[in-house]
């Protein structure tokens, strides 16, 4: 205890020995400091950001819709658009011709736009630049082309299922057609019409003609039409209760095509905004105080450092 209070003491008698040392290289980091964080050689940027929740976004997998959401805001397709509306390689002054030019170009956005979400599953959107009118700008802008992103997606999946819909509708339609043809042939060729009551109105007839106990005019008709029945009648009933079930399973599927269609032409949004971006005229980068007294608090040390190390080595060859 003893020997770490004389070290204390030995370091601050130093301190105090080379005290204008310690000033003056304080007032020089200071002023070093200063200029190389100022507007000449750290351009100020502004900050603006905006809260929000994701709405309508199907979640794929076990993904949830806020992770999902922030894969569709870090996709490429989204910081394209941004890129291009807002000429960003000539903003940041990148030339994107050079071997390396488009790499940078995605780091500096990275650099300046942050998608992050927060503890109440809300996603973050920030976004710093030298304008703080621009940077309201694009983070709108990055809102408005996630939606876009999103509706194209279900748009996309939304025609899929269609197509599919749409083929069963065409397949499901020349059934009905051919049974149809076959079913009017039937009617037309063996008068069969309504099977159930015409089966019944024709044993009447038959019974009754039986009943006279003699010859009747109509016996030929109903002979003939009783042939009819059971030769076709059969394959009309049949052929009915397949149309029917055939009719009930086009109708069921034009329905959920008419549900998808009405789907993919919604214009749907994808973002329930909890704070909405809005331009901030107060500098957000750099903090020009804190790399002041970063700076200040580096080259004291430093300068301590040294001083310590002259005077360990003095003692060494004394």
């Known amino acids: 205890m003893q020997e770490y209070t004389q070290s204390n003491y030995h370091f601050l008698k130093l301190i105090i020995k080379w005290k204008f040392y310690f ?8 002023i070093v400091a200063s200029i190389f964080s100022s507007e000449w050689f750290i351009p100020s940027k502004y900050k603006s950001f905006a809260i929000l929740y994701p709405s309508n976004i199907t979640p794929y997998g076990h993904e949830s819709p806020a992770e999902q959401m922030i894969q569709l805001l870090e996709s490429s397709d989204i910081q394209k658009d941004v890129i291009q509306k807002f000429n960003l390689a000539k903003r940041y002054d990148i030339d994107t011709t050079s071997k390396l030019g488009e790499t940078a170009l995605i780091a500096t956005y990275e650099s300046n736009v942050t998608i992050s979400r927060t503890q109440f599953e809300s996603i973050e959107i920030k976004v710093l630049d030298t304008d703080p009118l ?27 299922v269609l197509v599919v819909l749409t083929n069963q509708l065409n397949y499901k339609k020349q059934q009905l057609d051919s049974l149809n043809s076959r079913l009017f042939e039937l009617r037309t060729k063996y008068q069969i019409i309504d099977y159930t009551s015409e089966a019944k109105e024709l044993m009447k007839a038959y019974l009754k003609v039986l009943a006279g106990g003699k010859a009747n005019s109509n016996m030929k008709n109903i002979d003939e039409m009783m042939h009819n029945f059971e030769e076709k009648g059969g394959e009309y009933y049949a052929g009915m209760k397949v149309f029917d079930e055939l009719l009930k399973g086009y109708s069921k599927t034009k329905l959920d095509y008419d549900e998808e269609w009405k789907e993919m032409n919604k214009e749907l949004t994808y973002t329930n905004m909890v704070t909405s971006p809005s331009p901030s005229f107060k500098k957000a980068y750099p903090i020009r105080s804190l790399i002041v007294l970063v700076s200040v608090v580096s080259t004291n040390l430093f300068l301590f450092l040294i001083i310590v190390f002259l005077d ?5 060859f004394q």
């Open 23 to 30: 000033i003056m290289i304080s007032v020089v980091a200071i």
């Open 134 to 160: 621009v940077a309201c700008a694009m983070v709108s802008e990055i809102i408005d082309a996630l939606n876009r992103k999103a509706r194209k997606l279900q748009r996309d999946k939304t025609k899929e």
């Open 312 to 316: 360990t080595k003095r003692k060494i």
